[in-house]
């Protein structure tokens, strides 16, 4: 792979919260436990773990929407966690985000053009109100918006056109790393392959590099190159997309993709999907060893002692101590 365009080491993001009781001692939250990844230029690494796992918080970690405990950022060569606000301001029109629920992200008292100009009038104030007009009747004829929408207000949109508005917004600076955070998993399944092939389109045309956050596994496998899966705030497997889908090695990878519900009903009646059980334990408490054993069908005594380091086995990175004997091709 080349220079990556954004490089993540050992990156912690540790939350203090209050004890049993009022005198009870402060407990520290690992939202994010030591991640690493690389993310190459015009790239898509899809993000994928249960509600809990710390797929949001590593997301504003990266943009420094969130403190960093401790780790790297690296972005143009600069560490982001480590930049004063202002740097980090001039930073973050590199890098911009989509967010999950289309509406609930956009102002309601702003019409679609105001919603779309406003980084411009942020990083930009001396563009002329003409010159911004034009930029957003380009931005939007990309994302598919007609030019009669400008006035509009989002609540008079779908959720598909409110994500596209969204979009649009994060796309008008031409930022170098996007990071959509499960754009479509508020919208119908239709809307949902649009919206997919409306980023893959994007991505191809400005060369943007993309961290794609989902739930499961069957959001990601037609937009990513890669796919990282964390647990309980860690890495468990981080393989190019056909590794994963094809000889998924770790346990809990295994487990997300027997949830996929099968496309066929035929298939769905004779195979249904298989949903992990258990319960996520607290990031609070985490489980000593492997994090994922109290759940995981596989555990012997040595996952309880010891913590599996994320180590290469051909073309995948996994954290299991039993990666070579309980590969499960698909």
């Known amino acids: 792979m080349s220079e990556p365009i954004l490089s993540v080491r050992d990156l912690c993001v540790y939350f203090e919260v209050s004890g049993d009781g009022w005198f ?3 407990k520290v939250l690992r939202a994010v436990d030591g991640v690493s990844f690389d993310l190459a230029r015009s790239e898509t690494l899809g993000i994928v773990g249960e509600s809990g796992c710390g797929k949001s918080t590593l997301a504003r970690a990266v943009l420094g929407l969130v403190r960093v405990t401790s780790g790297e950022v690296r972005f143009a060569g600069q560490d982001l966690a480590r930049l004063d606000p202002e740097k980090l301001r001039e930073q973050r029109r590199h890098l911009q985000i989509i967010f999950q629920d289309p509406l609930s992200s956009l102002d309601p008292r702003m019409n679609v053009g105001q919603i779309i100009a406003e980084p411009l009038r942020s990083f930009f104030p001396r563009m002329n109100s003409q010159q911004r007009q034009l930029k957003v009747a380009d931005i939007m004829r990309h994302v598919g918006l007609l030019p009669e929408h400008i006035n509009r207000y989002p609540h008079e949109f779908s959720g598909g056109q409110a994500q596209r508005i969204g979009i649009a917004r994060a796309l008008i600076l031409h930022p170098e790393v996007v990071v959509c955070d499960e754009p479509v998993s508020a919208l119908d399944v239709s809307i949902k392959a649009q919206i997919v092939n409306l980023l893959a389109d994007l991505q191809a045309e400005f060369g943007l ?61 004779a195979n249904p999907a298989r949903p992990l059980g258990g319960e996520l334990p607290s990031p609070i408490a985490p489980p000593s060893g492997c994090v994922f054993r109290t759940r995981c ?34």
């Open 24 to 26: 009870g001692a402060r």
């Open 297 to 330: 069908p596989y555990a012997i005594e040595r996952c309880a002692q010891e913590t599996p380091v994320l180590r290469r086995i051909g073309e995948s990175f996994v954290a299991c101590h039993l990666a070579e004997q309980i590969l499960q091709p698909v």
């Open 209 to 269: 590099s993309l961290l794609f956050i989902a739930h499961d596994l069957a959001s990601v496998r037609h937009v990513s190159h890669r796919v990282m899966v964390l647990y309980l705030g860690k890495v468990m497997e981080l393989a190019p997309w056909d590794e994963i889908y094809r000889a998924p090695r770790h346990p809990y990878t295994q487990a997300l993709i027997q949830a996929i519900p099968p496309a066929d009903p035929k298939r769905a009646r």
